[in-house]
């Protein structure tokens, strides 16, 4: 397979970039008065504006060709139809399904997958509805209280971002928890005031064989029944949420308390799974079926939608523009909505996991750049942090900006200023402000000009710094489903133009083969010559002062 940047749609891209370099927004505005009320789509509930971008309809008619040129369409079909496009796991990427609520079957070689994808739904409608009703007692008989999940990456981000995001949802009990990093720590401080008579835990891993997850549980585990004072407490205390039945009950889990998915469904994209268990724990199961059917809605729309009116196609080649045309290197998503404190984080993972390849699915290193670094936090509390370097460092930072409408908390004129800070914020960026307003403004102020002329270069902005703001009405279960779907199907947008696999991680395998190795060494108290002299001197350097 040609990589893609030998396509002739990517060669104009670049040939069109030379050109698009020189532009500046400002003008771009100045000389279309539709822009702003063109340049916006709807989907699903949300709302996106790309008009303060570096682009043209030129820009937008060559990147639609070059997605076409990828074969974007051909590929989300077979994304669809369940075929194994995960090629180096042999698997297919099914997450859709998950929430299909559509009433179509879904096949993963040629069996249709929704009984059993309905089937865990409703388990876990039983499952939630009784713990939430008090009907599910712990081993000394009293409700549960609180629900710790113990997992990490794709088994923890996914359901603590929404959990998070729908607060103003939850009830009083059960109150979630969320504990994966192995550092004792993070279990320690969250069990510290909780009540082993009144937790459940879930002990979430597609694997069940994850060393962060498996060595929490057991100390969740021992902690439990030396609290119950009993091993057969873990019986109402535990559940699992896997794909591996085997490696639950080696834990000591009933499978009868497991909840399954499937190797179709990636890590990362697992939320809709029963990996959402807390969702639905904190929630109600209705609200997470809300958040399910606001997902399947983007999906119908990024499925179904021609790529120039398809939001997850848009913002995909958006950031394809910056990132091989115009050097951009990251990527910042930027709420300004609390609740979505760990959105961000959350397509941290979703992102970089997914794009961060250097090869391409048939094996082949590429020659441009793929996935950016995605980082990010809400809005205002960024504004006095580092939104500087994106309005005056020498950085190209395309950004974000994600805002409801109406707040779950309106308090005074707390929501127009939150707003007024979104919208001023894409405003400053895309405008700037030239030397000569920046000396102006000095003047008028009273400055002499002398001053005014040795401050006007520190004061003046660019501008010409891209943003896509995304509205929608209220962080509703439906809204935020829609929301994750859409940057979902933006990255498998992505990773198809540039020909990689989203759906692997084996970047992440070398690092935990090798602490196995020095795992054992530590344990042993014994360090191997294997290794550079830098990391053997840590491990000494360790050794003689634990
Ligand atoms: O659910 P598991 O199997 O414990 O894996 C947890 C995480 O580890 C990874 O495999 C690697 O970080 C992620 O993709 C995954 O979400």
């Not at 040939?15 to 000389?31: K, P, V």
């Not at 997992?151 to 059960?174: F, R």
């Not at 009116?309 to 909505?337: E, K, M, S």
């Not at 707003?419 to 405008?431: I, P």
């Amino acid at each position: 397979m040609a990589l893609i940047d030998s396509s002739p749609a990517w060669q104009a891209l670049a040939a069109h970039w030379q050109r698009m370099a020189q532009m500046h927004m400002r003008d771009l505005f100045a000389a279309d008065p539709d822009r702003g009320e063109r340049l916006c789509a709807d989907a699903a509930g949300v709302h996106l504006d790309f008009a303060k971008h570096i682009i043209t309809d030129e820009t937008l008619t060559l990147l639609f060709d070059l997605a076409r040129a990828a074969d974007l369409e051909t590929w989300r079909a077979r994304m669809f139809d369940g075929k194994h496009i995960n090629s180096t796991e042999d698997r297919a990427v099914l997450h859709v399904a998950l929430r299909n609520r559509s009433g179509r079957p879904m096949s993963v070689d040629g069996r249709d997958v929704m009984p059993d994808v309905n089937g865990v739904l409703e388990r876990m409608r039983t499952f939630s509805d009784r713990v939430r009703g008090g009907d599910w007692q712990g081993f000394t008989g009293r409700p549960i209280r609180d629900v710790v999940n113990i997992g990490i990456g794709g088994s923890n981000l996914g359901p603590k971002m929404v959990c998070t995001a729908l607060t103003p949802y939850q009830s009083e009990a059960p109150r979630p928890h969320f504990v994966s990093n192995v550092d004792g720590s993070h279990l320690t401080e969250t069990l510290k005031h909780l009540d082993p008579a009144t937790t459940l835990f879930i002990v979430a891993s597609k694997t069940f064989t994850t060393q962060e997850t498996m060595t929490n549980a057991q100390s969740a585990r021992r902690w439990l029944v030396d609290g119950l004072g009993s091993e057969a407490a873990v019986r109402n205390h535990f559940v699992a949420v896997s794909t591996n039945a085997e490696k639950v009950a080696e834990f000591g889990i009933d499978t009868e308390h497991m909840f399954e998915f499937w190797d179709w469904v990636g890590g990362r994209y697992s939320l809709w799974s029963a990996i959402g268990l807390p969702i639905a724990l904190a929630v109600g199961f209705e609200r997470f079926e809300a958040l399910i059917k606001g997902a399947h809605d983007m999906d119908e729309h990024f499925r179904t939608a021609p790529l120039e009116q398809n939001l997850p196609v848009i913002l995909g080649l958006l950031g394809v523009w910056y990132i091989d045309f115009a050097g951009a290197r990251t990527h910042a998503i930027l709420p300004y909505d609390q609740y979505l404190e760990h959105f961000p984080a959350y397509f941290q993972q979703g992102d970089m996991e997914s794009n961060g390849k250097h090869v391409t699915r048939d094996g082949a290193r590429v020659g441009y750049a793929t996935g950016p670094v995605v980082w990010g936090q809400p809005g205002t509390d960024g504004q006095h942090a580092f939104y500087q370097l994106i309005h005056q460092g020498t950085e190209l930072i395309p950004t974000d900006f994600i805002a409801p409408i109406k707040s779950h908390n309106p308090i005074g004129d707390h929501h127009a200023k939150l707003l007024a800070n979104c919208f001023a914020q894409t405003e400053a960026l895309m405008r700037g402000r030239t030397l000569e307003e920046a000396r102006d403004a000095m003047l008028a102020s009273g400055m002499d000009s002398h001053e005014a002329a040795r401050l006007a270069p520190q004061r003046q902005f660019d501008g010409n710094r891209p943003s896509s703001t995304l509205l929608v009405e209220q962080i509703t279960p439906h809204t935020l489903g829609a929301l994750i779907a859409l940057y979902e199907h933006k990255i498998f947008t992505q990773g198809i133009v540039w020909g990689i696999n989203s759906f692997d991680q084996w970047g992440v395998e070398l690092g935990k083969q090798l602490a196995g190795v020095i795992l054992s060494e530590i344990q042993a108290g014994d360090v191997s010559s294997e290794h550079d002299t830098s990391t053997t001197a840590l491990l000494r350097y360790y050794l003689r002062r634990r």
